[in-house]
């Protein structure tokens, strides 16, 4: 069992007024997910992805599979 914590980090492109998420990659391999939360709300939900989901989304983020931003 594991008992290390998140460590949370926001993207350097998160510059864009406070519409961001953070992301605790550290948990990727000791537990096997990537946990997020909104950036704004520390305090508030955590949503634990499974490694291979994350990595799906963000490379379909990377070839703009979901649309332009």
Do not use: H, I
């Not at 864009?16 to 709300?41: H, Q, Y």
């Amino acid at each position: 069992m594991t008992t290390e914590t998140p460590r949370w980090f926001t993207s350097s492109y998160s510059d864009n007024g406070g519409a961001c998420v953070s992301v605790a990659t550290n948990l990727a391999g000791p537990l096997g997910v990537v946990p997020v939360r909104d950036s704004k709300n520390l305090s508030g939900p955590v949503l634990c992805f499974p490694v291979g989901a994350f990595a799906s989304f963000v490379a379909g983020v990377k070839t703009e599979e979901f649309g332009k931003v």
